[in-house]
């Protein structure tokens, strides 16, 4: 049974970081592309990054372009967004998200996902 678990969520001052992780469990053997997403309240869910089974290609949503950068360390099946410069407007539950077949930016396209976590930026 695949399991993607979230952490590293928080509250935080406009201004400040934070890096949350991903650790991933019982998929096939292999890498996979991965990404991360977020709902703000009462807002759809969004695409905010993604990033190759091999870690060398990377995408990013407009808005959080020059602020976030996605990594992963495949050997640990863990996957990271480190939030820098963040803005209140980054409030959103953030989701991490695994895709058996392709990078993508669309939500249909991930096959798993975790439960979750929630950052809140306050002003």
């Known amino acids: 049974q695949v399991q993607l678990v979230e952490s590293g969520g928080g509250m935080v001052q406009a201004g400040g970081s934070l890096r949350l992780s991903c650790a991933t469990s019982?998929?096939?053997?292999?890498?996979?592309?991965m990404g991360w997403f977020r709902r703000a309240p009462a807002k759809v869910r969004e695409f905010v990054a993604a990033?190759?089974?091999?870690?060398?290609?990377?995408y990013y949503a407009d808005s959080v372009k020059g602020r976030f950068t996605i990594s992963r360390e495949n050997a640990k099946n863990t996957l990271y967004l480190q939030m820098d410069s963040l803005k209140p407007e980054d409030t959103a539950y953030y989701y991490c998200?695994?895709?058996?077949?392709?990078?993508?930016?669309?939500?249909?396209?991930?096959?798993?996902w975790g439960q979750g976590t929630q950052v809140t930026v306050s002003s």
């Open positions: 019982g998929h096939p053997a292999g890498s996979y592309a």
């Open positions: 990033i190759s089974s091999s870690g060398g290609s990377t």
């Open positions: 998200a695994l895709s058996l077949r392709y990078d993508s930016r669309k939500l249909e396209d991930y096959d798993y």
